[in-house]
């Protein structure tokens, strides 16, 4: 039923009511306010007769009489008039015929004194009687006047006053109905001409459909509250904001402004921090004319997705891991060299450069005999430094033998294909005892096979059948992308895929491609560090700062379970581990709230990745190489956070220092030391130094402060050189000379130094 339908039906449903009210409880109401008026005004006509001297009199003439009578019914609206005597006959009447006799004998036998009024009979054959008493000259009832009315017809005052209000009734439910048919027009106008049920419909379809969509959507009124968000937006925000949905514009965006958004254009992909995330955010204004309203649509898309979509569409992400891994392992063995350098262990360092050399060589001779294309030798070569960073046993097969040369449209997926199929077994061997992968490609009678076993778990039947379509994946935070992409680049080559895969042989991923060369033209500290060498020399760094390394983890199943065990101070870790992201580790040591201070060192130089580790509260990020100086400047800025946060009050200075204020006029005195030396830490070796001028030692020092030998030698040597110490020797019998210090003058030593 339409819209209009039902509110004509429902106005007519009202105006029925109103007239059954009327013609019934109305219309009683009324007859028996006109039966009181005639009442009242046969009982003026009644007295008035009892009045008259003639009537009060009993020496008047009958005919007199019947004269005075006659002439008051003419002159009124009575029926019939009768004058009864005390007694109660009858002493002289006008109309007595037409009276009721067993109404005229109650009135003969009720009190003579009576002044009242009654109705007699019913439907449409009503009289009404009046009574007054006549009194005589010492003002004693000498008999009563008794008058009538005869509705013969029914009450012709009370049916006009029925029929007016039926019809003026009926004029209201006329004029109602056009007034409905005027505002339903107004509103289905404001409904786009749609139907309720149509409205409905489309709620339903507008839900399901935005629950559908990956990207999160905030629709938000023009007061800046949030009228509906779709299921993504709901599952973004709870976890940006810690489980709880924000109400407002302002709540997700504070730094924004509402109304200027509201106003502007729309703008598309900007890059927002929501929480505790980065999000690509559209914003795009709704502007109703008719009524005139405004709303706004909001968009988002963690940006880490869209980067990770767009490498894993392009296949660019396969090269930027073969670049990556070289480069961690790179950076691993210039962390190797140079510490040795440090050490000046020149016959170790002659003998690791050389190994190093003829490993590479051997490795590269022997892939470049398989694999004649340089492309795709190189990129395998790369995957080899890229399993020996996850700790996977890398087999190229003796039977791998590619000696043709490919088109570029050829290398690119076979690169793809590859890349796809050797980072899902290393992905799949983790967490095994055995993590062994191996690498097969060889060509035969026209045809590329690509063979890639790994001796992880098996792969569940039900999932080997729709293993290959978009978005379906066997990992846990996998996005169902890669296979899809291998599938897709054999099949622009007119080639397939399959898997096999069974509990007690592995997984084998095999690709087949039909072969074309270039010439066919066709175009279809606890320590988390990996490398155990540069985890050995930043513990060799640790010890002689003074800190006592008490676990070393080789990948991040090792550092979460140290964490789960003990809490440590402080931890080195590194961005690239196998099993997981090392940011993704420092958000799990935040979630648990410990209160580990963290130092990163990491080859990784992405500056995303490097804001995103000083978000997270890291104290320092240092890039491999480093050099030993380096890592002690942030040692020494650990220290000096430790100091401060065992501190019950903080100075304005130390809040600044702790919270590592630029524009603050006293962190700016601290830039004019020299490298490695803060004032604060200056400030706290003068103030534990001796008063009295007497000589001391740097374990003396260390003991009251706290600090390590090798940083208040650094600061004691550096106040030597502001000539506000000097040193002594004393000489033993055998052995080095001991240092002491000594001031050269007694009292204030911060004061001199600033």
């Not at 009993?58 to 009768?82: M, P």
């Not at 000046?344 to 398989?370: F, P, T």
């Not at 070569?381 to 097969?397: C, F, G, H, N, P």
């Not at 050829?410 to 062994?436: H, K, P, S, W, Y």
Request: charged content about 25%.
């Amino acid at each position: 039923m339409k819209l209009r339908t039902k509110i004509t039906l429902l106005v007519c449903s009202v105006v029925i009511v109103i007239l059954l009210l009327n013609r019934y409880p109305v219309s009683m109401s009324l007859q028996s306010t006109m039966t009181q008026a005639d009442g009242r005004a046969l009982m003026d006509i009644a007295y008035q007769i009892s009045i008259t001297p003639e009537v009060s009199s009993t020496e008047t003439e009958q005919a007199e009489l019947e004269t005075l009578l006659r002439k008051t019914v003419e002159g009124s609206n009575c029926t019939a008039l009768v004058l009864l005597a005390a007694d109660g006959t009858v002493r002289c009447g006008i109309g007595q015929n037409d009276m009721d006799p067993a109404v005229l004998k109650d009135y003969c036998g009720s009190p003579i004194d009576e002044r009242s009024y009654r109705l007699c009979g019913d439907g449409e054959k009503q009289t009404l009687y009046a009574v007054c008493p006549i009194r005589d000259s010492l003002d004693n009832p000498c008999g009563r006047v008794l008058v009538m009315l005869k509705y013969d017809t029914g009450n012709a005052g009370t049916a006009k006053a029925q029929r007016d209000l039926d019809a003026m009734t009926i004029l209201v439910m006329i004029i109602a109905l056009i007034f409905v048919w005027d505002i339903t027009d107004n509103i289905k106008g404001s409904m786009f001409n749609l139907e309720p049920v149509e409205i409905a419909q489309l709620l339903v379809e507008r839900n399901a459909l935005t629950d559908a969509v990956r990207d999160g959507l905030l629709s938000i009124s023009e007061e800046g509250k949030i009228l509906h968000l779709n299921k993504t937006a709901q599952e973004l925000l709870s976890a940006s904001f810690s489980g709880k949905t924000p109400e407002t514009f302002a709540e997700v965006f504070p730094w924004l402004s509402f109304d200027d958004i509201l106003q502007n254009e729309p703008y598309y992909d900007s890059e927002c921090h929501i929480g505790t995330d980065s999000y690509y955010v559209s914003f795009i204004p709704i502007r109703v004319e008719k009524p005139q309203h405004r709303s706004l649509l909001v968009t988002f898309r963690p940006k880490q997705e869209m980067v990770r979509f767009a490498e894993d569409i392009t296949g660019v992400k396969t090269y930027i891991e073969a670049l990556r891994a070289q480069m961690h392992e790179f950076n691993n063995k210039l962390q190797v060299v140079a510490g040795l350098l440090h050490e000046k262990n020149y016959d170790e360092l002659d003998k690791y450069i050389s190994g190093l050399v003829h490993l590479r060589a051997r490795e590269m001779e022997s892939l470049s005999q398989k694999i004649h294309d340089p492309v795709l030798a190189a990129f395998i070569m790369s995957k080899y430094d890229r399993a020996a960073e996850q700790k996977v046993d890398l087999i190229l097969t003796d039977r791998t033998e590619l000696q043709c040369e490919l088109s570029e449209e050829m290398q690119q997926d076979m690169v793809v294909i590859t890349g796809n199929l050797l980072e899902n077994a290393f992905d799949a061997v983790q967490g095994c005892a055995m993590r062994i992968v191996t690498l097969e490609i060889r060509e035969s009678a026209g045809d590329i096979m690509i063979a890639v076993w790994d001796s992880g778990m098996e792969i569940p039947q039900e999932l080997r059948e729709v293993l290959f379509d978009y978005g379906v994946t066997s990992k846990e935070n996998g996005n169902g992308i890669g296979l899809h992409l291998v599938r897709q680049a054999c099949g622009r080559h007119g080639g397939y895929v399959s898997v096999v895969s069974d509990a007690q042989s592995g997984t084998e991923f095999v690709a087949h491609i039909p072969y074309h060369t270039k010439e066919d033209g066709v175009c279809t500290d606890a320590l988390s560090e990996d490398d155990p060498q540069v985890a050995k020399l930043n513990a060799t760094y640790l010890a002689q700062e003074g800190f006592l390394v008490s676990a070393v983890a080789a990948d991040a199943s090792q550092a979460l379970a140290a964490m789960e065990e003990q809490t440590f101070d402080l931890v080195l870790l590194d961005v690239f581990l196998p099993g997981m992201n090392g940011l993704e580790l420092l958000r799990r040591l935040r979630a648990t709230q410990q209160t580990s201070e963290v130092i990163i060192i990491s080859a990784a130089r992405d500056s995303a990745q490097i804001c995103e580790a000083l978000r997270l509260g890291c104290v320092d990020y240092i890039i491999k190489p480093f050099s030993p100086d380096r890592l002690h400047l942030a040692l020494e800025k650990y220290r000096q956070r430790s100091l401060l946060m065992r501190k019950s009050f903080l100075e304005q200075g130390e809040v600044d220092q702790l919270a590592a204020t630029k524009d603050n006029p006293e962190t700016e005195q601290i830039a004019e030391y020299p490298k490695g030396i803060e004032q604060k830490t200056l400030e706290c070796i003068c103030e534990n130094l001796p008063k009295d001028g007497t000589a001391f030692n740097v374990q003396e020092i260390a003991e009251r402060t706290n600090l390590s030998r090798v940083s208040i030698k650094k600061y004691l040597d550096y106040l030597c050189e502001r000539r506000v110490l000097r040193q002594t020797y004393v000489y033993g019998n055998k052995g080095r000379p001991a240092t002491l210090y000594q001031a050269v003058s007694t009292g204030d030593h911060t004061s001199r130094l600033l």
